[in-house]
């Protein structure tokens, strides 16, 4: 079982900046790619930011060049900071992270519950 607890939402004026954090636990064998997504009322979830164990990170063309995604693989963690925030960034944002149970099983996907975002004067 893995848990993913996300936490460091809140309320942003326009332009500022906020950064939110997902920490893993539970019994397993190793972390693959760890992910942000987004949902906002009434749109589909959509994928912000990865980044692989080794560091390897994309972005969604929206948020490239104002988010930076980063990991603690010791403290099985990831971050979003977020920058130059816009009222369009508002949104629910949930950590995704695969997970490898065991060392022979395959991938599983996880997710957290979700921190609201809310970018707004």
């Known amino acids: 079982q893995v848990q993913l607890m996300e936490s460091g939402g809140g309320l942003v004026q326009p332009g500022g900046s906020l950064s939110v954090s997902c920490a893993a636990s539970?019994?397993?064998?190793?972390?693959?790619?760890m992910a942000w997504y987004r949902q906002a009322p009434g749109n589909e979830r959509e994928l912000v930011a990865t980044i692989t164990s080794a560091g390897n990170t994309k972005y969604t063309d929206s948020v490239k060049g104002r988010f930076i995604i980063s990991r603690d693989n010791a403290k099985k963690m990831v971050f979003l900071q977020m920058n130059s925030l816009k009222p369009e960034d508002t949104a629910v944002y949930l950590c995704?992270?695969?997970?490898?149970?065991?060392?022979?099983?395959?991938?599983?996907?996880?997710w957290g519950q979700g921190t609201q975002v809310t970018v707004s004067s």
């Open positions: 995704n992270a695969d997970v490898q149970l065991r060392t022979w099983s395959p991938l599983s996907t996880s």
């Open positions: 539970g019994n397993f064998a190793r972390i693959s790619t």
